[in-house]
Nanobody, 123 residues
């Protein structure tokens, strides 16, 4: 059974940093794409970043490009989202998700989801 567990969220001031983790278990994720999404109150779920598990290739939404970095640790079966220069508009529940194949930005293409972790950025 695939399980994704996010951690690392919290409250941070604008300009600060956080690192989210997503611990994956239940299968081999080689050939999978891991996506980071976020959902703010009153807004649609939004693609933030993606990383191809095997190659490490990454892709970012324009809104976070240059501020967020995704990486993975194969030994720990964990992907990370390092967030710098956080803004109040980054406030949301952040989710990691997994799908076979390449990174896509459409949330309903992903098969597995974590429970989410809250990120709150104060101004």
């Amino acid at each position: 059974q695939v399980r994704l567990v996010e951690s690392g969220g919290g409250l941070v001031q604008a300009g600060g940093s956080l690192r989210l983790s997503c611990a994956a278990s239940g299968r081999t994720f080689s050939g999978y794409a891991m996506g980071w999404f976020r959902k703010a109150p009153g807004k649609e779920r939004e693609f933030v970043a993606g990383i191809a598990w095997s190659s490490g290739i990454t892709y970012y939404a324009d809104s976070v490009k240059g501020r967020f970095t995704s990486s993975r640790d194969n030994a720990k079966n964990t992907v990370y989202l390092q967030m710098f220069s956080l803004k109040p508009e980054d406030t949301a529940v952040y989710y990691c998700a997994a799908k076979g194949g390449s990174i896509v930005t459409v949330w309903n293409a992903y098969d597995y989801w974590g429970q989410g972790t809250q990120v709150t950025v104060s101004s």
